[in-house]
């Protein structure tokens, strides 16, 4: 079994469209908890084109009251502005169960790569440090590279949340999608030997999931703009359904072309 935390950024971004409050994030997001989704994740960036620090204390309100995981993500290295606290002292105040550390700067569209730490991490390490005094499990976001998982234990994460775009990429592609399938297998049994767990995310679908699932042992997925796309237009609760059918082994839904 595969659990699944649902990022709710998307249904953030839906509201700052118009502002006021509708789509309601803490009602929405009492709906995925009460469909049996096994988390909720959020992203709150400096520029708040989504997730705003509001919502970050409002929905760790809501995981608290639901004993659900609440694992915020984001770069440990972003600082306070007027409108943003900084990513660090969200996670010191609010104690999430997870922080997964994110390398992407203020402007990008999205996270599309994994940390290089083949440098010299002292801070990051020192993040980590100040994260795991708290109680908080940290997670890396990272590519599916044996040497990049290995220093990412050596710097005491908890975790690994393997960025899944590239698999995503190239799922219409046998050959090349069998190929990246074997390497991110081959990535999750290396992290696992050296007692990490592993996490999976980046444009993971109902299409693509299920073939992911069966070939990469993976402890939690970290899915949003896919799933909140496809509850429009099946609804949020048949939405988690499906995906919760998927995460445990159960789902009916045919293999895409082997």
């Not at 976001?141 to 590239?166: C, H, W």
């Not at 997925?221 to 949020?236: F, K, M, R, T």
Request: proline letters at 5%; aromatic letters at 6%; a negative charge.
């Amino acid at each position: 079994m595969t659990n699944l935390s649902v990022n709710v950024n998307k249904i953030a971004w839906l509201r700052n469209a118009r502002e006021g409050s509708r789509p309601n994030l803490v009602e929405l997001s009492q709906i995925i908890i009460k469909s049996g989704a096994n988390g909720i994740t959020v992203h709150p960036r400096p520029d708040l084109r989504h997730i705003r620090p509001q919502d970050v204390y409002d929905l760790r309100t809501l995981t608290k009251a639901n004993n659900v995981e609440f694992n915020i993500e984001g770069n440990p290295f972003s600082q306070p502005t007027k409108a943003y606290p900084g990513f660090m002292e969200l996670i010191r105040e609010l104690k999430p169960e997870q922080c997964t550390f994110v390398p992407d700067d203020d402007h990008q569209i999205t996270s599309d790569h994994g940390w290089n730490l083949l440098n010299k991490n002292n801070k990051l390490r020192d993040y980590i440090n100040v994260a795991s005094e708290l109680g908080v499990r940290v997670s890396l976001f990272m590519d599916p590279e044996n040497i990049q998982i290995e220093k990412a234990k050596e710097i005491s994460a908890d975790r690994v949340e393997l960025y899944t775009g590239p698999y995503a990429d190239s799922f219409y592609d046998k050959d090349q999608r069998n190929a990246n399938l074997i390497k991110y297998s081959e990535a999750s049994l290396f992290a696992k030997s050296l007692d990490l767990d592993v996490n999976a995310g980046h444009d993971l679908d109902q299409e693509n999931l299920k073939n992911f699932l069966i070939n990469v042992e993976v402890d939690e997925v970290s899915i949003g703009q896919a799933l909140i796309s496809d509850a429009l237009l099946d609804g949020l609760e048949t939405t988690i359904n499906n995906y919760l059918l998927i995460c445990n082994g159960k789902s009916k839904t045919p293999l895409i072309a082997e």
